[in-house]
């Protein structure tokens, strides 16, 4: 357990026998179509999520981390975007070929978002009780004499002050830490199973970002809910998530637990992050180290590893051939050619 | 880690509530007045056109048929506080009647007109794709031609009469203000909520009803006063035309040609008098109209009070 002034380390405690998984992702592949071809925001996604666990995505803008969770529950606008293969099993339900009915279903009960701008994901012209109580009265979890009670309820979960009053403002009378509270409520009304948060605390201060973060993960766990954490924020990685995914292009390149991925990292990328990132045990005076180069062009990736162009270990095979995801032990996986050990 | 956390200091409100004890019925005119003067002054406007149009039978009750070949052309006096026309029939009573008239008109073509803008341009903007393209296609056929071609054409097949200009109104306006909802629609439509009511599991006609037609509330607001401004001159041209409302019916616009262009210079009452009441009425639905627009929009909501401030202290200073 973490206490409020801990550092930025990452949970070293290891698990010896792995929760059941509530989401498992197969070979999701999502495209957009441009005026000059297509773009792979996701390709060849595969991973899982456990029952209880946070599990973070870490990546570039425009790595495919948030096109990848809002696949998952076929949020994607159609057209331009559409998922043009492989599966996403909740409970053993493939939510691809649920029908559209059945999918609405899912979204707000099992499975809930919580968006990356508290600014603009409220509407501007209803009351906050009204917009919290919409999830309740979609599904219709509480019986309807009920709701205000539950929202109530919610607001005060959230730990906002003076909840009756909340109800009845509009949201630009609530500061911004306060509305990305009322989202979260509004995410945790069904009480999902599953709740992916999409950069939840990008557009607040770095104060209210620890006590938003604290409270999702309070409330995940005293609810026993699964979190997708997507993130390109390091910090919030290493201090809530249990395992990471990091990725790059499109792609999953490096996965594992949260210590292999700060302490162990094996994927050019990762590594890479790692050294862009600023330290609390740097030496004064060190100076960050960036990765050459930008991001690839996703319409027209370039051959074998996406990341060869920018990767200072990149070998011949790498332009040719792509690496496929590899384990390399029980929770660490990589792709990548190259051997790099802790020495790099 | 227990939920039994003391709450954190964001958790206390901010700034001290508003308070909110007045009566609510009295709470909208009120903030009318206070800020904006000009929109309290057309809200009394187009509370008398109505009430001119409702009670005209009473208020003129000697009817606006009345022919009196004896008493034409006279100057406005006390008995006709207007004067009369070259038939002797009171222009003030004309003009009651033909406020009655106006917002009959105007209320129904504007009604109409919204109702098809709504419907089209939300149908368009948020379902898209392939219908978009149809009903955009057809749109833009229509907007091709020049109204006053699409109005003469219409009154040519259906005939004058009130109904026809009713319908054609309604149809040649909310036609083209479709082109504004749907734009409406489709910036709404981008925005995050829309999407977090999407992840919530709610449904098209939910998003629709709750989301998206509140947001387009506003420009529906301003469509529609400044449609019912624009109706009224257009029956107003119509009729001047000849091709309006038909002759007996004391339509402004009627007035204004048949009588008045006649007789401009014998009896220039009778062009300044449907004149003034067309353009205080267009003024007075306006101005009503833009107050509403500012004061309805929770968006913009305190602008007026602190707009009417600068404006005090600069008059102040």
Known sequence: MFTETSMATAEAAPRNEPAPTLLRVENLRTVFEKDDGLVHAVNDVSFDVRRGEVLAIVGESGSGKSITAMSLLRLIPSPPGQIIGGQVLFDGQDLLDLSDDAIRQIRGRDISMIFQEPMTSLNPSLRIGRQLAEPLRVHGSVPKGKVRERCLELLRQVRIGDPEKRLDAYPHELSGGMRQRVMIAMGLACLPRLIIADEPTTALDVTVQAQILELLRDITRANQSSMMLITHDLGVVARYADRINVMYAGRIVERGTAHDIFHRPRHPYTVGLMASMPRLDDAIGNRLTPIPGSPPDLSDPPSGCPFHPRCRFAQPRCKQERPPLERLDEEHWKACWVNLDDTH | ?317
């Open chain 2, 1 to 317: 880690m227990s939920l039994s956390i003391q709450p954190p200091a964001a958790a206390t409100p901010a700034t001290p509530p508003r308070r909110r004890n007045r009566p609510k019925a009295l709470h909208f005119p009120r903030r009318l007045c206070k800020e904006r003067p000009l929109g309290a002054l057309g809200a009394m406007i187009c509370l008398v056109l109505l009430l001119t149009g409702l009670f005209a039978d009473v208020i003129a009750p000697e009817g606006f048929n009345a022919i009196n070949p004896i008493e034409r052309l006279k100057a406005p006096s006390a008995e006709h506080w207007l004067g009369t026309d070259q038939l002797g029939r009171d222009v003030f009573a004309r003009i009651v009647h033909g406020a009655q008239l106006s917002v009959i008109v105007a209320f129904a073509a504007t009604t109409l007109s919204i109702v098809i803008s709504a419907l089209l341009g939300i149908l368009s903007g948020y379902f898209g794709g392939r219908l978009d393209m149809i009903i955009q296609r057809l749109v833009d056929g229509w907007m091709c031609f020049p109204d006053l071609i699409l109005l003469i054409v219409a009154v040519a097949v259906l005939g004058p009469g009130t109904w026809q200009v009713i319908l054609i109104l309604g149809l040649l306006f909310g036609i083209s203000g479709s082109r504004i909802v749907r734009g409406a629609v489709l910036s709404a439509k981008q925005n995050v909520y829309v999407h977090a009511a999407q992840s919530m599991g709610a449904s098209s006609t939910r998003i629709l009803l709750k989301h998206i037609l509140p947001n387009v509330m506003a420009p529906l607001i301003v469509l529609y006063t400044t449609r019912l401004a624009a109706v009224i001159l257009a029956e107003s041209g119509l009729s001047f035309l000849g091709l309006g409302i038909p002759p007996p019916e004391p339509s402004w616009g009627g007035m204004l040609s048949l009588d008045g262009r006649s007789y401009m210079f014998q009896a220039p009452w009778l062009a300044i008098a449907p004149g003034i009441a067309l353009t205080v009425a267009v003024f007075g639905i306006n101005m009503f109209g833009d107050a509403l627009r500012d004061l309805l929009d929770p968006r913009m909501r305190g602008g007026g009070g602190r707009y009417l401030a600068r404006v005090k202290r600069t008059i102040g200073s």
